[in-house]
């Protein structure tokens, strides 16, 4: 046994003692105040006996682990009597409510509530210094605890014990915080799902990934997204193998199983996401537009190579798959190509997108930071970009990034003054009446 632990060992007793002391202190001090009660008559001081004497506790403590909940709530309330730093009081009432929680939860939680959250200075987390130890009572009765939450007793407060409790169950069971995902806000779905993430792959939890991944299956799409359910998946074994085997299981999965066939094709994709994107369309082939889209899609978030990546986008794009298109996701993966020495590349591709309104925003990040890195470059780029939208849209970007990263009105003058459409150019201007408002800059 390490040092440290022997000193916490040292120190939960010292407390339970320090608890046993409260309470007899406030039961001495209700027998003052009623001395017709047994516990006034028991400390009553015997002839010969000083005032001193007779306010000091009685030798034999009972221990805490007896007491019933009246008995913690009078300590409870004797806790400020006690001389103690913060540091000291925070671990006493923390031990306080660790063993109340276990004779009345409710009524610690509302004693928990009603202090001051004032530390020492540790971080206790976005739960206070006193919410988390009710962690030991959620996931010993996670039913029960879980009902006195969504009961709303305990206000706003709610909130802050629910995502408690989410890590308390995940922990316990991961199968059970999976089964209450429905019930949970979409604030709290993401929490919840990467607390059974981390639960399901823990060396305690073994052999629940496929249950956990069942329950979460059968939630509805706009609960749990087919997109979630891929980190509890099960592999398919012999993807990269046998790809002909794979996409026949997957084509074998009626039309009850489309979810599961989702799941299945995000997985192939990530199986197949170093090859080619001539070889990724080859693998694609036979399969329903809906399947071989996940399978792109999973391809392209999971590629490394700017090639590999800007070709599976193409084949996204021939695939009419917008609704990946416009996905953050696709920002973020075509940005890190550009931050990493593919800024033109992207750039240059950019231009070949079709144009409509989901690849607008898309075309404007996939040109920003070769425009912002190469001021003078961009120029004759600009200008040999064939006439129509995207070349518009390319000067009016690059009109912002003189504006908004070198401060260079002249530069964006030039360039708002190059496009063609007069209702962007109107449209661009007022971007830039919006730099001129922020920036307190005014014409010569």
Same mark, same amino acid.
């Given at each position: 046994?390490?040092? %440290?632990?022997? &000193?916490?060992?040292?120190?939960?007793?010292?407390?339970?003692?320090?608890?046993?002391?409260?309470?007899?202190?406030?039961?001495?001090?209700?027998?003052?105040?009623?001395?017709?009660?047994?516990?006034?008559?028991?400390?009553?001081?015997?002839?010969?006996?000083?005032?001193?004497?007779?306010?000091?506790?009685?030798?034999?403590?009972?221990?805490?682990?007896?007491?019933?909940?009246?008995?913690?709530? %009078?300590?409870?309330?004797?806790?400020?009597?006690?001389?103690?730093?913060?540091?000291?009081?925070?671990?006493?009432?923390?031990?306080?409510?660790?063993?109340?929680?276990?004779? $009345?939860?409710?009524?610690?939680?509302?004693?928990?509530? /009603?202090?001051?959250? $004032?530390?020492?200075?540790?971080?206790?987390?976005?739960?206070?210094?006193?919410?988390?130890?009710?962690?030991?009572?959620?996931?010993?009765?996670?039913?029960?605890?879980?009902?006195?939450?969504?009961?709303?007793?305990?206000?706003?407060?709610?909130?802050?014990?629910?995502?408690?409790?989410?890590?308390?169950?995940?922990?316990?069971?991961?199968?059970?915080?999976?089964?209450?995902?429905?019930?949970?806000?979409?604030?709290?779905?993401?929490?919840?799902?990467?607390?059974?993430?981390?639960?399901?792959?823990?060396?305690?939890?073994?052999?629940?990934?496929?249950?956990?991944?069942?329950?979460?299956?059968?939630?509805?799409?706009?609960?749990? &997204?087919?997109?979630?359910?891929?980190?509890?998946?099960?592999?398919?074994?012999?993807?990269?193998?046998?790809?002909?085997?794979? %996409?026949?299981?997957?084509?074998?999965?009626?039309?009850?199983?489309?979810?599961?066939? *989702?799941?299945?094709?995000?997985?192939?994709?990530?199986?197949?996401?170093? *090859?080619?994107?001539?070889?990724?369309? *080859?693998?694609?082939?036979?399969?329903?537009?809906?399947?071989?889209?996940?399978?792109?899609?999973?391809?392209?978030?999971?590629?490394?190579?700017?090639?590999?990546?800007?070709?599976?986008?193409?084949?996204?794009?021939?695939?009419?798959?917008?609704?990946?298109?416009?996905?953050?996701?696709?920002?973020?993966?075509?940005?890190?190509?550009?931050?990493?020495?593919?800024?033109?590349?992207?750039?240059?591709?950019?231009?070949?997108?079709?144009?409509?309104?989901? &690849?607008?925003?898309?075309?404007?990040?996939?040109?920003?930071?070769?425009?912002?890195?190469?001021?003078?470059?961009?120029?004759?780029?600009?200008?040999?970009?064939?006439?129509?939208?995207?070349?518009?849209?390319?000067?009016?970007?690059?009109?912002?990034?003189?504006?908004?990263?070198?401060?260079?009105?002249?530069?964006?003058?030039?360039?708002?003054?190059?496009? /063609?459409?007069?209702?962007?150019?109107?449209?661009?201007?007022?971007?830039?009446?919006?730099?001129?408002?922020?920036?307190?800059?005014?014409?010569?």
């Amino acid at each position: 046994m390490t040092r %440290r632990s022997i &000193t916490l060992i040292a120190a939960s007793h010292l407390l339970v003692i320090l608890l046993g002391v409260l309470l007899a202190r406030q039961t001495a001090a209700t027998g003052a105040n009623n001395p017709a009660s047994d516990d006034s008559l028991a400390r009553k001081a015997p002839s010969g006996t000083s005032a001193r004497d007779a306010s000091r506790p009685p030798r034999a403590i009972r221990s805490s682990k007896k007491w019933n909940g009246s008995e913690f709530a %009078r300590a409870w309330k004797a806790m400020p009597d006690a001389k103690l730093t913060t540091g000291q009081r925070l671990e006493a009432q923390r031990e306080l409510l660790r063993q109340w929680a276990a004779v $009345d939860l409710a009524a610690a939680i509302d004693a928990a509530l /009603g202090e001051a959250w $004032d530390t020492d200075g540790r971080d206790f987390g976005g739960n206070g210094p006193l919410l988390g130890i009710f962690s030991e009572a959620f996931a010993e009765n996670p039913q029960e605890s879980w009902d006195l939450i969504a009961s709303k007793r305990f206000g706003i407060a709610s909130g802050i014990l629910r995502r408690v409790w989410i890590q308390a169950a995940g922990e316990k069971d991961p199968r059970i915080l999976a089964a209450r995902i429905g019930d949970l806000s979409w604030r709290d779905r993401q929490l919840a799902l990467n607390v059974c993430e981390m639960n399901v792959y823990g060396s305690a939890q073994g052999g629940m990934r496929d249950p956990v991944f069942k329950i979460l299956a059968g939630l509805p799409e706009d609960v749990v &997204t087919t997109e979630q359910l891929l980190a509890f998946a099960a592999s398919p074994e012999g993807t990269l193998e046998d790809p002909v085997a794979m %996409r026949e299981e997957i084509l074998r999965l009626g039309s009850g199983d489309e979810r599961l066939a *989702k799941v299945k094709a995000m997985l192939f994709g990530l199986a197949i996401a170093s *090859k080619s994107p001539e070889e990724i369309a *080859k693998e694609i082939q036979a399969m329903p537009a809906a399947i071989g889209e996940e399978v792109l899609w999973a391809a392209f978030k999971d590629g490394s190579n700017p090639e590999t990546v800007l070709g599976t986008m193409d084949l996204l794009i021939d695939e009419g798959a917008w609704s990946k298109v416009e996905q953050a996701e696709t920002v973020g993966q075509l940005q890190d190509i550009a931050r990493n020495g593919g800024a033109e590349s992207v750039a240059d591709w950019a231009l070949t997108m079709p144009v409509r309104k989901e &690849t607008t925003e898309l075309f404007h990040r996939s040109v920003e930071m070769y425009l912002r890195d190469n001021m003078d470059a961009a120029r004759e780029w600009m200008t040999a970009i064939p006439s129509g939208v995207w070349r518009d849209r390319a000067f009016a970007e690059y009109s912002q990034q003189a504006l908004n990263a070198h401060n260079d009105p002249a530069a964006s003058r030039w360039a708002l003054d190059q496009i /063609g459409d007069p209702a962007f150019k109107s449209e661009a201007t007022s971007w830039r009446s919006q730099w001129e408002k922020r920036s307190g800059w005014k014409p010569n």
